[in-house]
T-cell receptor
Framework: DQQVKQNSPSLSVQEGRISILNCDYT??????FLWYKKYPAEGPTFLIS?????DKNEDGRFTVFLNKSAKHLSLHIVPSQPGDSAVYFC????????????FGKGTHLIIQP | GAVVSQHPSWVICKSGTSVKIECRSL??????MFWYRQFPKQSLMLMAT?????????EQGVEKDKFLINHASLTLSTLTVTSAHPEDSSFYIC??????????FGPGTRLLVL
């Protein structure tokens, strides 16, 4: 069973507009969430994270929102730029540092000029 | 900061041979390193977790005798795929954590077993 779900395999957004990528999880033990950006044949690049004690974290153009009761998080990118085109993975873990990450299947974001 | 390297970036080998992949944290000490595998159009799947100086912890379904992991220092972990077969062909990625929540990933190693 998939504990982290990204239900949109792809998303197309016009340059300059807001990109919203969604992620749902089922394991209530998860309390730390991360977003990674990945290009083909490369390792994931860390973007932003959020702890379950927060509901929002912002870093430049990237904002992650967490709704614990709904077990849902989203990544907002504004404004979207052509270089944002990539596959975005949502990942979750239990707190404490030593656990591996559980990844979603990814969403391919395409920024159109 | 938080740079992780992986070597080699790709390898082609014959069935039955063993392949070693190195993962290094270049600018921080990694108390824990992780090994993941990604099949085409699939997500990254955790294979094992290794802590410096101790035995690795393997995820369910991952054969520890086939995927040997050594974490000899705080900056180096190695994954050896023993007696590789075509079904082991995949993209292997390591990550490193310095004790904080965030994991930083290497660039990955593409393994093709003929």
């Amino acid at each position: 069973d998939q504990q982290v779900k990204q239900n949109s395999p792809s998303l197309s957004v016009q340059e300059g507009r807001i990109s919203i990528l969604n992620c749902d999880y089922t394991n209530s033990m998860f309390d730390y969430f991360l977003w990674y950006k990945k290009y083909p044949a490369e390792g994931p690049t860390f973007l932003i994270s959020i702890s379950s004690i927060k509901d929002k974290n912002e870093d430049g153009r990237f904002t992650v929102f967490l709704n614990k009761s709904a077990k849902h998080l989203s990544l907002h990118i504004v404004p979207s730029q052509p270089g944002d085109s990539a596959v975005y993975f949502c990942a979750a873990k239990r707190g404490g540092g030593a656990d591996g990450l559980t990844f979603g299947k990814g969403t391919h974001l395409i920024i159109q000029p | 900061g938080a740079v992780v390297s992986q070597h080699p970036s790709w390898v082609i080998c014959k069935s039955g041979t063993s392949v070693k992949i190195e993962c290094r944290s270049l600018d921080f000490q990694a108390t824990t390193m992780f090994w993941y595998r990604q099949f085409p159009k699939q997500s990254l799947m955790l294979m094992a977790t290794s802590n410096e100086g101790s035995k690795a912890t393997y995820e369910q379904g991952v054969e520890k005798d086939k995927f040997l992991i050594n974490h000899a220092s705080l900056t180096l972990s190695t994954l050896t795929v023993t007696s590789a077969h075509p079904e082991d062909s995949s993209f292997y990625i390591c990550s490193a954590s310095g004790g904080f929540e965030t994991q930083y990933f290497g660039p990955g190693t593409r393994l093709l077993v003929l």
